[in-house]
């Protein structure tokens, strides 16, 4: 049973930073930020869980099923990811590309403490509280001010990281084309393509660089992730799946363009993207996957397509959103509605297990936590989780860091415009590494 607190929080913006700085000391720690974008399906601004009592790490074998044991057993909330490579839980694929981070395939854990922030109201579920826990905690969590995170940057050693490239220019090129060819054989319809980018010997401030990558981007599905060394820093836009009661609904994003200082010019790129029929294509097949995907769950005739190619307007980029929702079964087991829909379909291709194959075979990267999802799930049967895109991974203890970039390849597809559309995605990474 947990203990649960609520009280009002003065400056929830200047909290969420001072929480953030405090939970550095746990081992375990997930931090989600909505970052006060404004979005018709968000149950918290922000929510913070650290310290595990229980938790489950395994690698993608039988993986679906320890999950949805755990998920049943602890009835409780849980918190961690799923990385892409589950794939090969769900069909008959491999991922034997490069690996330099050695993350767990799948990752979850049942926190002691949990902060969940919506306005100025502050929520805390603690789990084998003892007396006066959380009022300590509380005044220590105040002590962190902006004053002290500086003091923590400028006393922690830092190195210079020098970001190379997986994959060279001319190669992405080259990989690009075969693909093509793949969908001109009628093999695959579309497909999302990454390269990597990586720095070994790499030390980095992983709180620096996550707020500095926020800061700049004000992404709604920010993560800071920490597994003792194992550290994700995304500013993620997408969400992947939401499920809230019966309803569960999925906003896959298409299209990317550049933003632009100079109004006009910004509202053009805006309007170009809306009226692009290679991104509205690209957007509309990932659509049709996900409907058939939650089809699998859904009750009869419940899918239905709430918006189709909507534009959103974020720090960096203009993005192609689409949502998707469907109704489930009262009785129909969260971790099924996940399972019959990963990995999610933006990140994927149609069809799904064809453009699956193909990526394996022309990436030179195991994907791991990156296109994969970070989230939790409520003691209701809830759950709320990302798409790990637009993401640094860092592993201190071999201090290796990466970020990896894709885009959608169909007919249309123009190699050289794909190659700097990974570049658009990569520049608020490199900007913070720099």
């Known amino acids: 049973m947990r203990t649960h607190f609520s009280k009002e929080i003065n400056n929830p913006e200047a909290f969420k930073n001072?929480?953030?700085?405090?939970?550095?000391q746990f081992r375990e720690v997930v931090f989600l930020d909505s970052n006060e974008y404004h979005q018709k399906y968000s149950s918290y601004d922000c929510v913070l869980a650290v310290d595990a009592f229980t938790s489950l790490k395994t690698d993608f074998h039988n993986a679906f099923e320890e999950i949805k044991q755990y998920q049943q057993q602890t009835k409780d909330w849980l918190f961690g990811y799923f990385s892409y490579d589950l794939k090969n839980d769900t069909e008959k694929l491999t991922s034997n590309n490069f690996d330099g981070l050695h993350f767990p395939d799948l990752f979850f854990f049942q926190p002691k403490k949990l902060f969940l922030l919506k306005g100025n109201q502050l929520e805390v579920h603690y789990l084998l509280m003892c007396d006066d826990e959380f009022e300590i905690d509380f005044e220590e969590i105040k002590l962190y001010s902006d004053n002290f995170v500086t003091l923590v940057y400028t006393e922690r050693s830092r190195s210079t990281v020098e970001v190379q490239q997986r994959i060279s220019k001319e190669n992405y090129l080259s990989k690009v084309n075969k693909?093509?060819?793949?969908?001109?054989?009628?093999?695959?319809?579309?497909?999302?393509?990454?390269?990597?980018?990586?720095?070994?010997?790499?030390?980095?401030?992983?709180?620096?660089?996550?707020?500095?990558l926020n800061a700049i981007s004000k992404p709604p599905f920010a993560v800071f992730f920490k597994n003792n060394q194992q550290y994700l820093l995304s500013a993620s836009p997408e969400r992947y799946l939401k499920k809230e009661g019966n309803k569960v609904i999925s906003q896959p994003i298409k299209g990317t363009a550049k933003r632009f200082s100079d109004a006009a010019l910004d509202e053009k790129?805006?309007?170009?993207?809306?009226?692009?029929?290679?991104e509205r294509s690209e957007n509309i097949m990932i659509?049709?996957?996900?409907?058939?995907?939650?089809?699998?769950?859904?009750?009869?005739?419940?899918?239905?397509?709430e918006e189709l190619c909507g534009i959103y307007s974020f720090e960096q980029v203009h993005q192609m959103i689409s949502t998707i929702a469907s109704n489930v079964a009262e009785n129909r087991a969260p971790v099924d509605i996940i399972k019959s829909t990963f990995p999610m379909g933006s990140m994927t291709g149609a069809p799904k297990i064809s453009a699956m194959n193909i990526i394996e075979n022309l990436e030179e990267t195991k994907r791991g936590l990156y296109s994969g999802s970070v989230g939790y799930f409520s003691p209701e049967n809830d759950f709320d989780f990302n798409v790990v895109i637009r993401s640094i991974l860092y592993n201190a203890q071999n201090q290796y860091l990466s970020f990896s970039v894709g885009s959608a390849i169909t007919s249309k597809a123009v190699p050289e415009q794909e190659y700097e559309e990974c570049l658009l995605k990569a520049k608020a990474m490199f900007e913070v590494l720099q």
């Open 18 to 24: 001072q929480l953030l700085t405090w939970s550095q």
């Open 287 to 305: 659509v049709d996957l996900v409907r058939n995907d939650l089809s699998k769950t859904a009750t009869k005739g419940s899918v239905e397509v």
């Open 179 to 212: 693909m093509l060819e793949h969908i001109q054989r009628g093999d695959i319809y579309e497909a999302n393509f990454c390269m990597e980018f990586f720095a070994e010997n790499a030390i980095i401030n992983p709180l620096e660089i996550y707020q500095k």
């Open 269 to 278: 790129a805006k309007n170009d993207l809306a009226e692009n029929p290679k």
